[in-house]
């Protein structure tokens, strides 16, 4: 197969606009082209997927019992709401790896972990499904809705002694708002009294609990708490904010997801631990320093980052070929091994993810782009199964 993108008969431009998302349609986000992928690549996926997941929790499983923290420079109180939720079984929801490769014996290489506030989830889910019928082969490896489903229905189960309240929160922005409110529709439809609420909004009451004010006045607790909030945030800008969730977690006067562990999986400082500390075929060569790269392509990237930002691609004779700014660049910087992304023969670049819920590989997706760095300036493809 010399080339994996093929036309569409069409797109869900109407589904797309009467669910709400019309805004996703804006620069041509989502157009009417697909990606192909071969059953044996998604096998693959799937295996280097769980392999990950395993790896990430057994290692931070290592470093509670050794209290191995020092190297991610996180407050105090973060790191005990860190052992606090993964000891208690915490549900990790939802979270997105993205990686290299992975087509047209591409190596299969991990870029990093979106484990704390992953989003992409109405294009990645219902959109995504609903190209199927714009294409010979109806096929697609996209259980996330599903599985979202089930891990609300197993919640419910499992903390029956809550009430099965649930309160979505974000910064306010129309796509976390609408991301946010996918899941919030899940939960309700799996028996959650389920609302949104904009971070500033929310009362954060000590020894209380969380609490919205209604439209007739009255204030409504909720047990449960889905945030499109990085833990980083919370950690370094609102420190206050930390100090009151750390008493509300560790009371069991709200349950939040993701969980506070979670914030490990997305430093990129803990990906270059493991990358140093285990030798597998999908770690990057990862380093503090780009000294090691010498003569080699590298990535500068920041331990936190977000949608592309403050990442440098640097060639073998150290020159910078291509970069992005942004607002993470204060974090600690680490280095990471140039990996290959597939290209066709337009000149296109594509970027693979895995998205995972309650750990279960759940659905791929692609993005696109005409450079190397995959930013906010991108397009969405879906994919299709060769049967």
């Known amino acids: 197969m010399a080339d994996r993108q093929v036309d569409l008969a069409g797109m869900p431009e109407d589904f797309i606009k009467e669910n709400g998302y019309e805004f996703l349609l804006d620069d041509e986000y989502i157009v009417p082209e697909g990606v192909l992928l071969k059953t044996s690549e998604i096998d693959d996926l799937i295996e280097v997927q769980d392999k990950v997941v395993r790896l990430f929790r057994r290692e931070l499983s290592e470093m509670i019992q050794q209290n191995n923290f020092g190297f ?26 993205d990686f290299a490769g992975g087509l ?6 991990l870029l990093e972990y ?26 697609q490896f996209n259980s996330l809705h599903r599985n979202l489903e089930v891990a609300f229905n197993r919640l419910g189960i499992t903390n029956s002694a809550d009430h099965r309240s649930i309160l979505m929160t974000s910064f306010g922005h129309k796509e976390d708002i609408a991301n946010a409110e996918l899941v919030m529709n899940i939960a309700a439809n799996e028996g959650f009294e389920a609302m949104y609420a904009d971070l500033p909004d ?11 004010e209604l439209e007739n006045g009255e204030s409504a607790q909720f047990d ?17 904010l930390l100090d009151i969730l750390h008493n509300l977690i560790t009371q069991d006067l709200v349950y939040v997801m993701n969980p506070a562990y979670t914030i490990v999986f997305q430093s990129k400082v803990f990906l270059d631990h493991i990358s140093n500390k285990y030798d597998l075929p999908f770690l990057l060569k990862s380093a503090k320093s780009p000294e090691v790269f010498h003569g080699e392509k590298y990535v500068e990237k920041t331990s936190f980052g977000r949608m592309g930002e403050n990442i440098k691609i640097f060639d073998e004779a150290n020159n910078i070929i291509e970069e992005t700014e942004g607002d993470f660049g204060h974090f600690e910087k680490v280095y ?29 997706s692609f ?3 005409e450079k190397l760095i995959i930013d906010d300036d991108c397009q969405f493809i879906p994919h299709f199964e060769i049967q």
Request: charged fraction near 30%.
């Open 72 to 97: 991610l420079n996180l407050p105090d109180k973060m790191i005990e709401l860190i052992k606090y939720t993964f000891e208690k079984d915490h549900i990790h929801l939802l979270g997105r790896f």
């Open 104 to 109: 047209e014996g591409i190596p299969l290489k």
């Open 114 to 139: 979106n484990a704390d506030t992953p989003t992409m989830l109405p294009e990645s889910s219902v959109i995504q499904e609903a190209f199927l019928k714009y294409y010979k082969e109806p096929y």
């Open 202 to 212: 929310i009362e954060f009451a000590r020894d209380e609990g969380v609490f919205l």
């Open 224 to 240: 449960f708490l889905y945030k499109l909030i990085p833990w980083e945030f919370i950690c370094f800008e609102e420190p206050e």
């Open 336 to 364: 990471q091994e140039f990996a290959q992304l597939y290209k066709d023969e337009y000149g296109e670049y594509y970027q693979m993810s895995m998205f995972n819920v309650d750990d279960k590989s759940s659905s791929i």
């Open 367 to 369: 993005r696109r782009a």
